[in-house]
């Protein structure tokens, strides 16, 4: 029995039908990424992510200079709520007369009270509007609130790990950027030309291939001028291995570029008349851009996982710069670890947003083909 194409259920589904074959690609690869739960999940936090890198100054309690030296390890407090509003208990110290291990329990008869935008230390939002309020920290200034606990001089982990979000999530943005923009451009002139041109870039491939990352990072490490700031150091070594660093996407295009110009629309762009830039950067590299993101989007992880990494080894950022990495190095201590395993909470943080960017990458990959069933 056949169909009645008079229905509303029939009508409504000529009309996505029709949606589908009219939509341009970047609505077809949203609508695909869209039904990607994990990496819509994944999007979302990276967005949250790098909303707290902007502002941290703000999310964070206290600023990345505030500590206080009679809290050293002092544990994570709980948030409790009475009629009064949120509240944490005080601590109350004890100092073993034989190892002299110092030791916090909670004090139910302190009770330091805990607000929302409450007056603090002085920032700059966006680095261009002073402003005292933060989102969550104590009603009186300078009590010990410490929901993350405290480290070994004293900071709130709470407002490091904030603070630290900054660092790790975009100090290698830039070095991402341009290890892509050399791989791109290098391979597509490679595969588009093809002849001398290509042998040439692809014996420079191969070279760049050959050299060993770490020793050239700690050969970077040595020869930059000591009177640079750590981040300027560890910014201009993230630039430097981003030149060698674009090998692998320039061989991905190059093999693009390779089985796309022999390909009826191309033909048909020259025949038409347009220069090779234009054929290149609106005729070929269009058709393959989705792919071109994902591989942008899955970069990133690699990135903040070399940086936490190398500042874990001590040959990335150093103390005063905070990042998820340099937070980490008080977790090398097994000792340090058994009595204040929060230490380990930032390596929570790089394993969320290394997994949160990696199943946003796979979406896009995914949707990179909104054809493919």
């Not at 001398?196 to 291939?209: G, N, P």
């Not at 942008?296 to 874990?312: D, K, R, V």
């Not at 937070?327 to 204040?340: E, G, K, M, W, Y």
Request: charged fraction near 15%.
């Amino acid at each position: 029995m056949s169909a009645d194409l008079s229905t509303p259920a029939a009508q409504n589904s000529d009309d996505t039908a029709d949606k589908r074959f009219t939509a341009s690609q970047w609505r077809l690869i949203w609508w695909k990424f869209r039904r990607h739960k994990l990496a819509m999940a994944g999007a979302v936090i990276t967005l949250l992510f790098y909303f707290v890198a902007l502002f941290a100054e703000f999310l964070a309690p206290y600023g990345t200079e505030h500590f206080n030296g009679d809290y050293t390890y002092a544990p994570p407090q709980t948030l409790h709520l009475d009629g009064d509003g949120l509240y944490v208990n005080g601590y109350t110290a004890t100092i073993d007369n034989d190892t002299y291990e110092q030791t916090y329990t909670e004090d139910p008869g302190q009770r330091i009270s805990v607000g929302f935008l409450v007056r603090g230390e002085e920032y700059k939002i966006l680095g261009l509007i002073p402003f005292d309020r933060h989102l969550i920290g104590p009603t009186e200034p300078g009590a010990p609130v410490y929901l993350l606990g405290a480290d070994r001089t004293g900071h709130d982990l709470l407002s490091l790990l904030i603070h630290g979000t900054r660092v790790s999530m975009t100090i290698g943005l830039v070095g991402v950027a341009l290890a892509f923009a050399l791989g791109v451009a290098l391979g597509g002139v490679s595969g588009y030309f093809g002849g001398k041109t290509d042998t040439v870039i692809q014996r420079l491939v191969e070279f760049f291939m050959s050299v060993p990352t770490l020793p050239l990072w700690l050969g970077l490490a040595a020869a930059l001028p000591y009177d640079w700031g750590p981040v300027q150091r560890y910014f201009a070594i993230t630039v430097i291995l981003a030149i060698i660093g674009w090998t692998d996407l320039a061989r991905v295009v190059r093999g693009r570029f390779l089985s796309l110009r022999g390909e009826d629309f191309v033909t048909s762009a020259r025949l038409d008349g347009c220069r090779q830039p234009r054929v290149i950067f609106r005729h070929m590299l269009p058709s393959f851009s989705s792919h071109l993101i994902a591989s942008l989007s899955l970069s990133i992880p690699g990135m903040i996982l070399a940086e936490t990494s190398l500042s874990f080894l001590g040959l990335g950022l150093q103390s005063p710069v905070v990042s998820w990495g340099v937070l980490l190095q008080d977790a090398q201590n097994i000792r340090v670890l058994s009595t204040a395993p929060w230490l380990m909470i930032p390596g929570l943080a790089v394993i969320l947003a290394v997994l949160a960017l990696n199943f946003a990458g796979d979406g896009l990959r995914d949707a990179a083909d909104p054809y493919k069933k």
